[in-house]
């Protein structure tokens, strides 16, 4: 089957733009979450989307915001970006949501703030 | 707050010897702990839970409540073992993983 998609795989935009981010999941999957990894703070947990719902939200300003549509497809948007923001974003999904059972990641979306 | 601490940026060891990838964890409640694994190139993926008490390509790893630790453990290192390794957390109920900063182990021939 196939694995979680991301798109793109890179992308380079200038400060105060806006991106958004798409994750694909497994076919089935409906929870879908979204981390930052940067060489300095590392994995970072942004937020988690099941059945269009946000259940977890990580400490984020606002500027960074999710969604998730009835296909269980999610997209993530940064908005007035900050040269702080470049980073690997990873998306990760599960059946459900429970760690116990799984979460499968995408290679991630290289975010360059220029 | 939940914290998971790898002292270790990078370990080295030789083919054939033990291994041992230290985790130290912070959490009022029962916590559920993972390792996770990325090889050169690959994706990161789940290697082992504790709740499964499982024994993956060889590692295992015991949660001590009274030390809160997670560590990671394998008798004879292998060469294919070389790859970045993650201690993560996630606490009862919750949807989120609170990661370490990984420990990278190189396995020398």
């Known amino acids: 089957k196939a694995g979680v998609t991301q798109t793109p795989r890179y992308l380079i935009k200038t400060r105060g733009q806006q991106v958004t981010l798409s994750c694909s999941p497994i076919?089935?999957?409906?929870?879908v979450s979204w981390y930052q990894q940067t060489p300095g703070q590392g994995l970072q947990f942004l937020f988690e989307y099941f059945s269009e719902t946000q259940r977890n939200k990580g400490n984020f300003p606002g500027r960074f915001s999710g969604r998730q549509f009835s296909n269980s497809r999610s997209e993530m948007n940064v908005s007035t970006l900050e040269l702080g923001d470049s980073a690997l974003y990873l998306c990760a999904s599960s059946l459900s949501g429970d760690h116990n059972y799984g979460y499968t990641f995408g290679s991630g979306t290289r975010l360059t703030v220029v | 707050a939940q914290r998971v601490t790898q002292p270790e940026k990078l370990l080295s060891v030789f083919k054939g010897a033990p291994v041992e990838l230290k985790c130290n964890y912070s959490?009022?409640?029962?916590?559920?702990l993972f390792w996770y694994v990325q090889y050169s190139r690959q994706r990161l993926q789940l290697l082992l839970r504790?709740?499964s008490r499982e024994s993956i390509k060889g590692f295992t790893a015991d949660l001590n409540k009274g030390e809160t630790s997670f560590h990671l453990k394998k008798p004879f290192a292998q060469e294919e073992d070389s790859a970045m390794y993650y201690c993560a957390l996630s606490g009862a109920g919750s949807y989120q993983l609170t990661f370490g900063k990984g420990t990278k182990l190189s396995v020398i021939p």
């Open positions: 076919s089935g999957h409906r929870s």
């Open positions: 959490y009022s409640g029962s916590p559920e």
């Open positions: 504790h709740i």
